[in-house]
C-alpha cells in the first residue's frame, strides 16, 4: 500500500535551515506529482510546495524564495530545503500524494523555529 514517511524536523533557531525528507513507497514514485503541506498547531493544513513528474516547482508565496522542492526518482523521495525560518514556520510538516483518487498523507514530521 501507499506509504509516505517524513523525517527531518526538529527544533532550529530563527534564521536557521532544515533539510525534510518524505520516503514514498507502495507505488510508482516517478508518475506522480508530490506535495508538502504544513499544520501549526491550531490552524488548517497549508500547501507548501509541489513538484511535478518532470520536476517542475510552485510555492506559496509565504515561502518562495525560501523554500526549495526536489525530487530524487531513484530514491522514490521528495525533499524540502527550508532556509531563513521564521518563527512562524513553526509546523507539523506533511508529505502528500493523489494516487488513484485518493490523498495520501505521512505522519508528519515537526519543525519547532524558536530561540
Known amino acids: 500500500q501507499v506509504q509516505l514517511v517524513e523525517s527531518g524536523g526538529g527544533l532550529v533557531q530563527p534564521g536557521g535551515s532544515l533539510r525534510l525528507s518524505c520516503a514514498a513507497s507502495?507505488?510508482?514514485?516517478?508518475?506522480?506529482?508530490m506535495a508538502w503541506y504544513r499544520q501549526a498547531p491550531g490552524n488548517q493544513r497549508d500547501l507548501v510546495a509541489t513538484?511535478?513528474?518532470?520536476?517542475?516547482?510552485d510555492y506559496a508565496d509565504s515561502v518562495k524564495d525560501r523554500f526549495t522542492i526536489s525530487r530524487d526518482n531513484a530514491e522514490n523521495t521528495v525533499y524540502l530545503q527550508i532556509n531563513s525560518l521564521k518563527p512562524e514556520d513553526t509546523a507539523v510538516y506533511y508529505c502528500n500524494v493523489f494516487v488513484k483518487g485518493i490523498y495520501y498523507w505521512g505522519k508528519g514530521t515537526l519543525v519547532t523555529v524558536s530561540s
Open positions: 507502495g507505488f510508482v514514485f516517478r508518475l506522480y506529482s
Open positions: 513538484i511535478t513528474t518532470s520536476g517542475s516547482a
